[in-house]
């Protein structure tokens, strides 16, 4: 049984920052890629950073050089660092994560709102 666990949401002004954590459980389980989406209302879910077991990322365009994902592989937690945030990244965001063997799991998401 895997178990993910999402935290660090909330209500911050624009140009602020938050950070988000993602852990992920599961006896026997090892972890492959973690990603973050995020999903505003009516719009699709989308794919905004991910990275390897090994380090290596990708960031949409419209978080990069923002948005920064890291992990710690010893307690199999992503984090998304999320800098000068803006009201239009006012979303749910999601974790994905994989185990290696191919499986995905979802977090049950946080709200982050970006709002004067």
């Known amino acids: 049984q895997v178990r993910i666990v999402e935290s660090g949401g909330g209500l911050v002004q624009p140009g602020g920052s938050l950070r988000l954590s993602c852990a992920a459980s599961?006896?026997?389980?090892?972890?492959?890629?973690m990603a973050w989406y995020r999903q505003a209302p009516g719009k699709q879910r989308d794919l905004l950073a991910s990275?390897?077991?090994?380090?290596?990322?990708n960031y949409a365009d419209s978080v990069k050089g923002r948005f920064t994902i890291s992990r710690d592989n010893a307690n199999n937690t992503v984090y998304l660092q999320m800098n000068s945030l803006k009201p239009e990244d006012t979303a749910v965001y999601y974790c994905?994560?994989?185990?290696?063997?191919?499986?995905?799991?979802w977090g049950q998401g946080t709200q982050v709102t970006v709002s004067s």
């Open positions: 599961g006896s026997g389980v090892s972890f492959a890629t």
């Open positions: 990275i390897t077991s090994g380090g290596s990322t």
């Open positions: 994905e994560v994989f185990t290696l063997w191919g499986r995905d799991y």
